[in-house]
C-alpha cells in the first residue's frame, strides 16, 4: 500500500506533465513528463514556474506601494512584502543563472490602486503561491527543496497575513498539500494580470 506522500509525490509529477499544455501560453518550460526522479534539470523548470509566481508578485507589490489607494496596515503590508518578493526573485535568479526566464509584462488594472480589490487580489496571489510550491516540492532535488522551502515558509506567511487583514481565516486548514502546476497555472490566468505577448 502506497504511503500518502508517496501518492501525493506521483501526482504531482503527473500534474508537471499536463502543465505542459497550460503552461506554453505563459512561456513556461514545465517538467518532462518521464522525469518521475528529481533532478537538476527538472529543478530548472520549476525553479522557473516559481519565478513567474515571484515576478509577478514583486511587479503587484511594487505597482501597489507608488500608487495611493493603499492605508494602514495594508499598505505596511504591501510595502514589506513588495521587498521579500524582490528577494524571491533575485535568489531565483541568481539560483538558475542564464536560465533564469524573462520578466513578463503585467496589467494589474484596478487591483493596485483600490484597498478592497487588491485584498481580493493579494489573498488569491499568496495562497496560490504557497500551494504551487507545495505541489511542487516533492519534484525538486534535496539542494533545490531546501532553497525552496525557505521562501515557502515566508510565503504562508504572507497569505497568513493579508487573509488576515482582509477577514479571512489566516490558517483555515491543519495542512496545505498543494496545488499542480496546472492548477496555479489557471489560477494566474484568471487573474488577466499577465500580458499577452
Do not use: C
Amino acid at each position: 500500500m502506497s504511503s500518502r506522500r508517496e501518492a501525493l509525490r506521483r501526482g504531482s509529477i503527473a500534474a508537471a506533465a499536463v502543465a505542459a499544455g497550460a503552461g506554453i501560453g505563459l512561456g513556461m518550460r514545465p517538467a518532462r513528463a518521464d522525469a518521475a526522479v528529481p533532478s537538476p534539470a527538472q529543478d530548472r523548470a520549476i525553479f522557473n514556474f516559481a519565478l513567474l509566481l515571484e515576478y509577478l508578485q514583486a511587479a503587484f507589490y511594487g505597482e501597489a506601494t507608488r500608487q495611493a489607494g493603499l492605508t494602514g496596515e495594508v499598505r505596511r503590508f504591501a510595502e514589506v512584502v513588495a521587498e521579500h518578493e524582490r528577494a524571491h526573485v533575485a535568489f531565483l535568479r541568481k539560483a538558475l543563472g542564464p536560465h533564469a526566464r524573462p520578466r513578463p509584462q503585467f496589467d494589474f488594472g484596478d487591483a493596485t490602486r483600490n484597498e478592497r480589490s487588491f485584498l481580493k487580489a493579494a489573498v488569491l496571489l499568496e495562497n496560490t503561491g504557497v500551494l504551487a510550491y507545495n505541489g511542487q516540492a516533492a519534484n525538486l532535488t534535496k539542494p533545490a527543496l531546501a532553497a525552496a522551502a525557505e521562501i515557502v515558509s515566508v510565503e504562508g506567511r504572507h497569505a497568513a497575513w493579508i487573509s488576515d487583514l482582509a477577514g479571512e481565516p489566516p490558517a483555515p486548514r491543519a495542512a496545505d498539500v498543494g496545488v499542480s502546476s496546472t492548477d496555479a497555472v489557471r489560477t494566474l490566468q484568471s487573474t488577466h494580470f499577465l500580458k499577452k505577448r
